[in-house]
């Protein structure tokens, strides 16, 4: 009953204006930028590791890496798989042309979260439901932010959790044959452990592990083109012709293999669907398109460097299936491309759609080369890696959720006591683990389906925000290029905005300018003085 529901939900939430609203958006966006995502990149990489802190921020690394771990997630692995099983390899294309003009919205959306953030009891806040209601006159803006704030609360601490908690218990199973129960028990432990602790400790987290983990994954995808070196032209190839449906193998399925491969790369790399504005609006930057920029980056590394590590070691190895979309009498997918790989269950049925043993299947083969034999049972390396990396991808995710959920709170709770505020946190706080444990034990198609719904319902309405409210957003990208040619470098870019344009941003107004004076800092941002 409640798979039925949420297949509804889900059909009306996913609908074709959401798949191709979020590609125009990226296209516009893109146009209006100037392709900002190719003249800025060498920026983007500097701002990366170059940015302000403060005792009421984080730095600029801090916030990517925690943007980083709400983008690089289970995704990057079975959501590839998901997307080649569904769409071909093909689909991959159109993962990175969702990542590439994705990152203009990414910057749009994270611009406006510095815009319009605020500083609340001693930390920044900002995101979609601030920038709704402080930058969207009347009533509706007030209206979209409240809505807004109710989704994400709901989607990060209960719809979203168990896609990444199942992704983490099915990965240590088939690795150890460890309970599942055992595996949430341990999950529920550690995730106390770190969210109570609030952002900092969530930004700490993340710093550590995302950026080791993200290396010795893209790594991995190294060694095993390597190993095949030799078949990556053709494989590229085959890539391009699946993407235009000129490959005959995979033909008849264009629609579903450009509506899977945006969906699977909004899924993992987030842009648009309000997530990283978060993360960007707790940075502290003299700039808002500084952080706009970092945010952007960091989509290029989720999608163009993560999840195509994991489509080029399963794309090489050939181990994966496409289907056609439709069964045999069986009730088995018809396959267009058949790798015999598959997941067995208890009661000897195989599931052959995109799972993680796609990627496992795919490391073994490249070690073990011609002498390799597929059988679902076997645990060696590529099942122990892959459950290592799910574990890490898939657990800093959930902590970035976390943060997210607990920024919804204290938006809708700002205005009340700070006991209130602190006990609705930790209701949600809560709620999130027992949704990771719960995750564990659930079936893994309706973890995605209910991650899938979350994830529609908050770019819908992220969508709507942003493209009533993007100027400022174009405006700061021109204020920022106009003091990198002036000054020399955007190390020296601060921005002054016009109070009569933006009387809500409150914080450039009134707070960043004040903390400037009384910290003497302001005469750091004259490249002259600075120079001396």
């Known amino acids: 009953m409640l798979e039925t529901i949420v297949g509804v939900l889900n059909d009306v939430v ?15 966006f893109s146009l209006m930028l100037r392709f900002f995502q190719v003249r800025h990149i060498k920026e983007m990489v500097r701002l990366m590791f170059h940015g302000e802190k403060s005792p009421k921020g984080i730095s600029s690394f801090q916030a990517i890496a925690l943007s980083l771990a709400g983008r690089v997630g289970t995704g990057n692995i079975v959501g590839v798989s998901t997307a080649i099983f569904i769409g071909g390899p093909g689909a991959l294309f159109w993962m990175w042309a969702t990542a590439f003009l994705g990152a203009s919205t990414a910057f749009i959306e994270s611009s406006l979260g510095q815009i319009y953030k605020r500083e609340e009891k001693g930390e920044y806040r900002g995101g979609p439901a601030y920038y709704m209601e402080y930058g969207i006159k009347g009533g509706l803006g007030k209206v979209l932010g409240i809505a807004f ?40 432990i550690l995730l106390a ?61 264009l629609g579903a293999m450009i509506e899977i491969g ?4 909004l899924y993992s790399n987030e842009a648009g669907q309000g997530t ?40 090489l190895s050939g181990t994966y299936n496409t289907t056609n979309g439709e069964t045999d009498g069986n009730g088995m997918p018809s396959l267009l491309y058949n790798g015999d790989v598959y997941v067995q269950s208890v009661d000897g049925t195989k599931d052959y ?22 059988d679902p049972s076997y645990s060696g ?29 204290a938006y809708l709770t700002r205005n009340m006591s700070e006991k209130t505020s602190k006990f609705a946190m930790n209701i949600m706080r809560t709620m999130l683990i027992f949704a990771t444990v719960f995750g564990t034990i659930r079936t893994a198609e309706l973890a995605w389906d ?20 993007f100027k400022p957003a174009v405006n700061s990208l021109r204020d920022y290029e106009k003091q990198m040619k002036e000054k020399g470098s955007g190390k020296y870019a601060l921005y002054t905005p016009d109070p009569a344009k933006l009387p809500e941003a409150k914080f450039w107004l009134e707070d960043y300018p004040e903390r400037l004076r009384e910290s003497g800092e302001i005469d750091s941002f004259n490249p002259k003085l600075d120079k001396k």
């Open 450 to 469: 209910l991650g899938d719904l979350g994830v529609g319902a908050m770019a819908w309405l992220n969508i709507i925000g942003i493209w009533i409210l």
């Open 193 to 253: 452990l770190i969210v109570f602790g609030g952002l900092r400790s969530i930004a700490n987290v993340a710093t550590a592990i995302v950026p080791f983990m993200a290396i010795l994954y893209i790594l991995m995808a190294v060694v095993v083109i390597a190993m095949n070196i030799k078949e990556v032209p053709d494989l590229f190839v085959l890539i391009f012709k699946s993407a235009f449906n000129l490959e005959a193998s995979f033909g008849g399925i």
């Open 381 to 409: 390396f590529g099942s122990y890696f892959v459950a290592i990396a799910l574990f890490f991808f898939a657990f800093t995710t959930i902590l970035a959720y976390s943060y997210m959920g607990e920024t919804n709170v």
């Open 149 to 188: 704030a109710i989704i994400t609360i709901i989607s990060m601490g209960l719809l979203l959790p168990g896609v990444q908690a199942n992704a983490i218990a099915s990965g240590f199973h088939n690795a150890w044959g460890i309970p599942y129960w055992i595996i949430g028990v341990v999950l529920a």
């Open 14 to 28: 996913w609908s074709k204006p959401l798949v191709y609203g979020l590609l125009a958006t990226g296209i516009i």
């Open 353 to 374: 759609s995109g799972t993680a043993m796609y990627v496992q299947a795919g490391i073994d083969k490249a070690f073990a080369g011609a002498d390799y034999v597929f």
């Open 276 to 315: 990283g504005p978060h993360a960007a609006a707790a940075a502290e930057v003299s700039h808002p398109a500084k952080q706009g920029l970092v945010q952007s980056f960091s989509v290029y590394i989720d999608t163009l460097f993560v999840c195509t590590a994991t489509g080029l070691i399963i794309l």
């Open 262 to 265: 945006v969906k699977r790369g």
